[in-house]
């Protein structure tokens, strides 16, 4: 992990096209601005985490699940 000191108004650039500001330092808190393209997701670390635990849970095929959509095609019947 790369460790980096700035201060208010300074900046750090990611890439040819991300650029981070420091915008103030205030008590605990810092509040940064982000520079960067609009097709690319930027996201707080505790939303990314729930994005991915979500689309991991999505991905969770339980065998009853199977055997109950096999069942449904089978009979042609629709879903409840």
């Given at each position: ?55 991991q849970e999505?991905?969770q095929w339980?065998?009853?699940d199977l ?14």
């Amino acid at each position: 992990m790369l460790v980096l000191t700035r201060k208010a108004g300074e900046g750090i650039i990611i890439g040819d096209d991300v650029k981070i500001t420091i915008i103030e330092v205030k008590g605990g808190g810092i509040r940064i601005g982000i520079d960067a393209p609009r097709d690319m997701k930027v996201h707080r670390q505790e939303v990314y985490d729930k994005i991915k635990q979500e689309n991991q849970e999505a991905t969770q095929w339980h065998i009853t699940d199977l055997n109950e959509l096999s069942s449904m095609l089978k009979s042609g019947r629709k879903q409840p």
